[in-house]
């Protein structure tokens, strides 16, 4: 974990510290705080731009892994390396011979 994540936000005049190691800083005497810098793009009419992106890039990963995972029961050399996974390939993949 780095110092970025860690982020320090002030509610009603009390401090909130989000992580782990925000807590630890905070109780060895070190105050973090985060400083937003706005930027605004013209990419879309409200101006603003994404922040969620990031939890769903390593989704396809994950499930070629587990589908990988599945096949290799079956055809210890099966490979996924591309997607999408349609059942054609996955038919193709299970019938390979070992």
């Given at each position: 974990?780095?110092?970025?994540?860690?982020?320090?936000?002030?509610?009603?005049?009390?401090?909130?510290?989000?992580?782990?190691?925000?807590?630890?800083?905070?109780?060895?005497?070190?105050h973090v705080?985060?400083?937003?810098?706005?930027?605004?793009?013209?990419?879309?009419?409200?101006?603003?731009?994404?922040?969620?992106?990031?939890?769903?890039?390593?989704?396809?990963?994950?499930?070629?892994?587990?589908?990988?995972?599945?096949?290799?029961?079956?055809?210890?050399?099966?490979?996924?390396?591309?997607?999408?996974?349609?059942?054609?390939?996955?038919?193709?993949?299970?019938?390979?011979?070992?």
């Amino acid at each position: 974990m780095n110092i970025g994540i860690v982020c320090y936000a002030s509610v009603g005049g009390s401090g909130i510290i989000a992580t782990e190691l925000g807590k630890v800083l905070a109780s060895r005497g070190h105050h973090v705080h985060v400083i937003s810098s706005e930027t605004p793009t013209d990419a879309n009419p409200e101006g603003f731009k994404g922040a969620g992106e990031s939890g769903t890039i390593p989704v396809p990963a994950a499930i070629s892994n587990a589908v990988e995972d599945a096949l290799r029961k079956r055809n210890p050399d099966a490979v996924i390396d591309r997607l999408p996974i349609t059942s054609d390939r996955i038919v193709e993949l299970l019938s390979t011979p070992r």
